[in-house]
C-alpha cells in the first residue's frame, strides 16, 4: 500500500508539563522539544500547549515520492487541496481542523518480540512461572498504534482520511465511526461521530496481555482516578485494551494482539452494531467513554483543565 505507517500525532493541551509527567508515567521517553519517544520507533508524540485539549497533527508515511503526488492530486480531486513542501503534503480536514501530513519516510521494522508461552490444557509451553508474573520493570510501549478522532461530519472526515489521504476502511461502526488503517495494523485511525472536534485516544502497544494490565495497574496505584475502562477485548481489532484518562482529560490505550491485515484480499470489513461496535467481552463501558465529561465544555468552549 501507498501508506505503509502512523508516524506520529501532536497533541495541544492546556497545562503541557503535567501531561508530560503523564506521558512520561505512561512509559513514553520525553525527547526535546515537546516529543516523547516509544521503544520501537522513534518520536510519536508531541504535546504542545493549547487553550483546550485537541488533535492537533497526524503524520503518516509513504514510501516514495509518487506516492505523495498521488495523495496530492487526490486531494485537489476532493476539494481538499494540500500543500507539497520537500518530502512532505500537508492537509486539513476540514471538520475537524487536524492537520495530516503525508511524509515520505522508511518502513517500520519491528524486531519481533519472542511469543509468550501460554500453558494450555494438554499443552505444556512452558516450566515454571508465567512470564507475565516475574516481570518487575516499568512498562515501555513498543509503539503508537493508533488515534480516535470525533469529527462533527463523519462522512467529510472519514473521506478526506480514505478517498484523499489513501486510508483503507477496516469495520465500520454502523452511523457512528470508521476504522481505517494506513498499516498492515487493522486500525490506525478511528474517526467518530460527534458533536465536537475533539482527541479522543492515544492507542499504545505493549508486548501481551500481561503488559496491559502491569502498564494500567502502575499508574493506576497512586491515582485510582485514571482508571477510565478495562480490562477487556474489543471485536474490531481483537485487542486487549485498558484505557486511562490524562490529565487534560484525553483517553489513553494500553494494547496488545491486534488484529493485521497484511493482505486486503485477506479482509473483509464489517459493519458493527451495538456492543460489537464496542467491545467483545470486559466489563460495560462507563458513559464517559462515549461521552467524555469535558464534551460539553468542548462545545461551547469553556473547557478548561481541573488544576
Ligand atoms: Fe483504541
Redesign the pocket.
Known amino acids: 500500500m501507498a501508506l505503509h505507517r502512523l508516524i506520529s500525532v501532536t497533541i495541544g493541551v492546556p497545562a503541557v508539563a503535567r501531561t508530560a509527567e503523564y506521558y512520561t508515567e505512561f512509559g513514553l521517553c520525553p525527547d526535546t522539544d515537546g516529543w516523547f519517544t516509544t521503544r520501537d520507533a522513534g518520536r510519536q508524540l508531541r504535546i504542545v500547549p493549547a487553550a483546550s485539549r485537541r488533535l492537533v497533527e497526524i503524520r503518516v508515511g509513504v514510501d516514495t515520492p509518487d506516492d505523495l503526488a498521488a495523495a496530492s492530486a487526490r486531494l485537489e480531486r476532493l476539494g481538499a487541496a494540500g500543500e507539497m513542501a520537500g518530502a512532505t503534503l500537508t492537509a486539513y480536514d476540514r471538520p475537524t481542523g487536524v492537520r495530516a501530513v503525508v511524509e515520505v519516510a522508511p518502513r517500520l521494522g519491528q524486531d519481533p518480540a519472542p511469543p509468550t508461552p501460554y500453558n494450555g490444557p494438554g499443552r505444556v509451553e512452558r516450566a515454571g512461572r508465567a512470564p507475565g508474573v516475574l516481570r518487575t520493570g516499568p512498562v515501555r510501549p513498543r509503539k503508537l498504534g ?1 488515534v ?1 478522532l470525533g469529527s462533527p461530519d463523519l462522512d467529510v472526515s472519514t473521506a478526506f482520511f480514505t478517498d484523499g489521504l489513501g486510508f483503507k476502511t477496516s469495520d465500520i461502526i454502523k452511523g457512528a465511526g470508521a476504522f481505517l488503517r494506513c498499516s498492515t495494523d487493522h486500525h490506525n485511525l ?1 474517526v467518530l461521530a460527534a458533536p465536537v472536534p475533539y482527541l479522543h ?1 492515544t ?1 499504545w502497544q505493549v508486548d501481551d496481555i500481561d503488559e496491559v494490565g502491569r502498564g494500567a495497574a502502575a499508574m493506576l496505584e497512586d491515582h485510582p482516578e485514571r482508571h477510565v475502562w478495562g480490562l477487556g477485548r474489543h471485536h474490531a481489532g481483537s485487542n486487549f ?1 485498558w484505557y486511562l484518562k490524562d490529565p487534560a482529560g484525553n483517553f489513553s ?1 494500553y ?1 496488545s494482539d491486534l488484529d493485521c491485515i497484511p493482505e486486503d484480499s485477506l479482509w473483509t470489513p464489517e459493519v458493527l452494531e451495538g456492543a460489537k461496535g464496542l467491545f467483545n467481552w470486559g466489563p460495560p463501558p462507563p458513559p464517559s467513554f462515549l461521552a467524555p465529561e469535558d464534551l460539553a465544555a468542548l462545545m461551547t468552549g469553556a473547557h478548561t483543565e481541573s488544576r
Open positions: 493508533h480516535v478511528l485516544h492507542s485494551f490505550e494494547y
